[in-house]
């Protein structure tokens, strides 16, 4: 489960022997923009050090490495991480398919030098850009190895020449886009980080928002924000009792031989159904349900 | 390896370590910590073992440590050699 993914800078020892320990259900290490270009070496030394030695629990570990247009880090990054078996990889400033399936066959070379299952490492390509947005569902179904699409609206915004607010006005189209793109690809979709670090309250009307249009989950830069957003993509109480008393009654209904059933006056047909084993889905996951 | 440059690795931020490699005769490590007298022998011996690992014998090698776990150290160690030899 993805609710809160939290962005470590890759050349930073202090918060990456921390990761485990912050809340977040992934942390990505940075080696991209995070790391300065002469430091690139270090971090991605210390970032497979790190994967190596430290045990983070449950915490999921996604890499984000550098783009295909970045002086061949890319590969570097791959070459270093990828024996350590991250959960995932993110490709940034993914442009189209093309791109994907150029990374994908690296990864395959790399998966084959060291023993590993061809396709056993899973991808989360950064979307911030303009094409990228536009090229959404041809990304999300290039190739097996993607489980979840993430969109990035700081390069974004800059792409589109436009302001980067906290309201988001800006970035309304983006979201909406690469949310339908994933849906309807079968993979999960994770939001932008809410920049403000300070704002307690922005971050959680803007978790919310992200929330309504359908993505599974934020990014965020700091851990300040790891709770708020661990909250706002948790079922509640209040749901998971919804979701149990619904499948109770289709069960009712099933022994009844009644092909339609309603609870507190409203029909229950298979959309809600499956948002109800959703949300009980989400609850065993993280401990709320049994 | 044969070590032919100077280079440096690391920081001195908390939880870090900087390291300074350069060519030697035979290998010479100095090692500066704010945990000298507790794990001053436990870091000499993983800075003893990313030597070995490089097959590096000649060598100056100076650390200061500002509480840097060990695969902090192993990380920086190896990164400092690895950039020499680009040099």
Redesign the interface.
């Known amino acids: 489960m993805l609710r809160s993914l939290l962005f470590l800078p890759g050349n930073n020892p202090n918060l990456i022997m921390n990761g485990g320990i912050l809340g977040a259900d992934g942390i990505i290490f940075d080696l991209e923009d995070a790391v300065a270009p002469d430091e690139k070496d270090g971090a991605r030394i210390l970032v497979r050090n790190a994967m190596k030695a430290l045990d983070y629990g449950s915490v999921n570990i996604i890499v984000r490495i550098n783009s295909i247009d970045d002086n061949g880090y890319w590969k570097a990054d791959l070459d270093e991480v990828i024996p350590l078996k991250p959960y995932m990889i993110m490709p940034t400033k993914v442009s189209d398919a093309g791109y994907i399936k150029q990374i994908s066959a690296y990864i395959d070379e790399v998966e084959k030098r060291n023993n590993m299952k061809v396709g056993s490492t899973k991808l989360i390509p950064l979307l911030e850009t303009a094409i990228g947005i536009e090229n959404a569902y041809n990304i999300a179904t290039s190739d097996a190895r993607i489980e979840a699409m993430f969109i990035g609206a700081e390069d974004l915004t800059a792409d589109l020449q436009c302001e980067r607010t906290k309201a988001g006005n800006e970035i309304f189209y983006a979201r909406a886009r690469i949310v339908s793109a994933a849906r309807a690809a079968g993979v999960e979709v994770i939001d932008t980080p809410f920049t403000d670090v300070n704002d307690d309250e922005g971050i959680v009307i803007d978790a919310k928002y992200a929330k309504s249009l359908g993505f599974s989950g934020k990014a965020s830069i700091s851990p300040r924000h790891v709770n708020a957003i661990n909250t706002v993509f948790s079922p509640t109480q209040d749901e998971v009792d919804y979701a149990y008393e619904v499948l109770e009654a289709i069960e009712q209904a099933k022994a009844q031989g009644k092909g339609a059933i309603s609870l507190y006056g409203k029909m229950i047909d298979a959309p809600i159904v499956m948002r109800a084993e959703r949300v009980i889905a989400s609850a065993k996951a993280i401990g709320i349900a049994k | 390896m044969e070590i032919k440059a100077k280079s440096f ?2 920081t001195l ?4 370590v900087f390291v300074e490699v350069s060519p030697n005769s035979g290998r010479k490590i100095n090692l500066e910590s704010v945990v000298l007298a507790q794990f001053g022998d436990d870091i000499t011996r993983v800075v003893n073992e990313v030597l070995d690992s490089f097959k590096v014998d000649n060598i100056a090698i100076t650390l200061k440590d500002r509480g ?5 150290i ?3 160690v ?2 400092a050699i ?2 020499q030899e680009g040099k």
């Not at chain 2, 931020?13 to 870090?16: A, G, N, T």
């Open positions: 690795a690391g931020e908390s939880s870090d840097a776990l060990e695969c902090t192993r990380a920086r190896e990164t690895r950039r």
